[in-house]
């Protein structure tokens, strides 16, 4: 599967294929992470509203009308492409596009009867024959035009034979017919009927070809659905048998009727995990059926899975032994009934109200479930949506963000099924497989930039790179925690963490402009000035902007040992601009800013830690700093903040502040 959008929403211009196996989803708040849930959220809600004249109905599309991106046009367009591989969905696009051609036939030959069932029995033979397989990679498209009064284009496109062929499924053009180009493009206005297309000329009664070259248009439109008129085909009774449809409802049905089943069976986005679990139904709700999006009427489904037939009650079994494997307890389910009193205070039977409510056992006790804690309600909503019949796409939006780190990592092994694709989006630095850097997707924007989604890219960086990025991804979940940032400011070590955090957040400039966490602005220790390189290296290769705070001595060009010309020379594309020719500090200095290198020193420093920010700091108060670091003899980083709490903000520091930030934001 894969997600793209114009003007929607925060992106600009959006092409996001899915990992098969997974994606996770990093990045800042606000950056647009929600809204590739929205995206899928449009395409499903426009399915199931084509065709319907319900009020109801579209007032649900009426919801995105405020969704173009603030910026763009007054247009719109989202786009969910995806491949059909599972048999039974197969079988339902193959069977609605054979029943769908000969149905046209038959109801456009009134003025030639033909013979319905051999007429039905042909096309079904012919066009099974046929390489149906383009029909099985679709993209489902949907617009937005704005104006006085909005418009929706909805549909379905096709890509055969080096071709782009388009479904109509509801706007200004051909609903319900085929065309080839796009849905964005010049539509044609009215269809014709498929029976001249399937005529073989020649003398003697008519005779009928169906094959996949005279099912597609080369101009104009051909109407394509499957038709009540006189009464359904076997192929149409089949095509409703395998939708769950109603052969008596006397409606025509269009490929919206065949994606719905198929994409809603498919498709499982869970998000309000922390929605309260409903556990009170009246006994005729029992057999209702449950919106697989709504987590609070999980009891009711695990109810359902544990009265059901075989294959029911075994995933009941899978989602009780997940849950154990989650939290160490057992699941069970308890049901009781009460009787409702009616309104002068009698028992009334048909308003029979039954308690379903799933209770966690520990250490032989029953706790229901809604007093068990947020922690275990979630992972009854998680383990019960990866045990789900179907779902070969999953999105999980914030999952586990009450569970500890330790049930993240198990929630993050368990949500893989074989043959699905997950797509996880979470804040949680324990979420983020970094040993697998090619599942990673960071967006970012804001500051009146579109956001965009930046995928890392394995094939990039050499077998080398890949293994230092995995190896400070694996390091500590401080490390991971950059990929959530707006920006990053790299620094040396302990004795920056310690005085520059507290000062740049007392700063006149923090006052104006905002502190370093209301920006979101991560100061992150690299531990040596020589490991610069390693952490650019990483920032790079997730499109997470960043700045140096460093010591003289790194900045200088003749430096025989891992000066930041030699870190970053293979990292910063730029680097050579504008490099200078002299060897003057404060020329270097100016240099160094333009590539996002900032410093306190006045030197770069060759002796007696000339150059180095303790120097600077005993310049600002050298009695406060020797207190400090007297006090504090074997923490650098406690010296620092010690000193920091004394001393205010210097002026150069304030400086060195909004200098970044202008960087950042110019």
């Known amino acids: 599967m894969s997600l793209a959008a114009s003007d929607f929403l925060c992106f600009g211009e959006l092409d996001l294929p899915l990992d098969p196996a997974l994606t996770v989803v990093v990045g800042p708040n606000g950056a647009g992470k929600s809204s590739l849930v929205r995206i899928l959220e449009l395409a499903l809600t426009a399915l199931t509203t084509v065709g319907t004249g319900s009020p109801a109905a579209w007032s649900r599309m009426a919801a995105y009308d405020d969704a173009v991106r603030h910026g763009g046009g007054r247009d719109f367009r989202v786009a969910v492409t995806f491949r059909l591989t599972d048999d039974w969905e197969q079988q339902i696009i193959s069977q609605w596009l054979v029943s769908a051609a000969a149905s046209q036939v038959v109801v456009y030959s009134s003025s030639q009867p033909v013979d319905r069932t051999a007429l039905d029995r042909q096309a079904t033979a012919e066009l099974l024959a046929e390489d149906l397989s383009g029909f099985m990679t679709a993209r489902l498209v949907v617009v937005r035009n704005g104006g006085v009064t909005p418009t929706w284009a909805v549909g379905v496109e096709f890509d055969i034979g080096g071709a782009t062929f388009t479904y109509g499924l509801h706007g200004p053009g051909a609903s319900t017919s085929l065309w080839r180009g796009h849905l964005t493009d010049d539509q044609p206005t009215g269809g014709q ?200 796409v999953v999105v999980l939006d914030e999952p586990a963000s009450n569970l500890h780190a330790t049930l993240q990592r198990r929630v993050m092994s368990a949500a893989r099924k074989p043959g699905s694709q997950l797509m996880l989006i979470s804040h949680s630095p324990f979420m983020v497989p970094s040993r697998e850097l090619g599942r990673i997707v960071r967006v970012a924007g804001g500051g009146g930039q579109p956001s965009r989604a930046h995928r890392f890219d394995p094939v990039a960086p050499s077998p080398g790179q890949a293994a230092r990025h995995r190896q400070l991804l694996d390091t500590s979940a401080d490390t991971r925690e950059l990929l959530f940032a707006q920006a990053v400011i790299l620094v040396e070590g302990d004795t920056e963490l310690g005085c520059l955090p507290p000062w740049f ?122 207190e400090a670091t007297q006090a504090f003899r074997r923490s650098k980083v406690r010296a620092a903040q010690r000193f920091a709490s004394e001393v205010a903000c210097p002026p150069a520091v304030d400086d060195l502040y909004g200098r970044i930030l202008s960087y950042f934001a110019p």
């Open 193 to 392: 009927g498929l029976r001249e297309r399937f005529v073989v000329d020649g003398a003697g009664p008519v005779q009928f070809r169906f094959s996949l070259e005279r099912l597609l248009p080369d101009s104009g439109a051909v109407m394509l659905d499957i038709q009540s008129s006189g009464g359904f085909l076997d192929s149409g009774l089949e095509f409703i048998r395998l939708v769950g449809g109603n052969p008596l409802s006397g409606r025509n049905f269009s490929l919206a009727d065949a994606l719905r089943p198929i994409l809603n069976r498919g498709i499982c986005i869970l998000q309000a995990q922390r929605l309260p679990a409903r556990v009170a139904y009246r006994a005729r709700e029992l057999t209702d059926s449950v919106d697989p999006q709504d987590p609070s009427a999980v009891p009711l489904e695990l109810f359902q899975r544990r009265t059901g037939d075989m294959a029911e009650r075994n995933r009941f079994d899978d989602c009780v032994e997940l849950f154990k494997r989650l939290t160490g307890v057992r699941l069970d389910v308890r049901v009781r009934r009460t009787a409702v009193p009616g309104p002068s205070g009698e028992l009334v039977g048909d308003l029979e109200e039954v308690l379903v409510e799933p209770v966690v056992i520990d250490a032989g006790f029953e706790t229901p479930i809604t007093m068990a804690g947020s922690g275990r309600w979630e992972a009854l909503v998680l383990s019960s949506a990866l045990t789900r019949a179907g779902g070969s």
């Open 505 to 626: 957040d007392a700063s006149q400039t923090a006052a104006i402009r905002g502190t370093l966490d209301g920006l979101n602005l991560l100061l992150h220790p690299v531990g040596a000035d020589t490991a610069f390189g390693r952490y650019v290296e990483l920032l790079e290769a997730f499109g997470v902007p960043w700045a140096i705070i460093c010591d003289g001595p790194v900045l200088d060009p003749d430096r025989d040992r891992a000066s930041l010309t030699q870190q970053l020379s293979a990292v910063v594309p730029d680097l050579a601009e504008g490099r200078p020719s002299g060897s003057e500090f404060a020329e270097w200095a100016r240099y160094w800013e333009t590539k996002g290198a900032f410093t306190l020193a006045d030197q770069f420093g060759t002796t007696n830690q000339s150059g180095e920010l303790e120097v600077f700091l005993s310049s600002v108060d050298s009695a406060a700093w020797s």
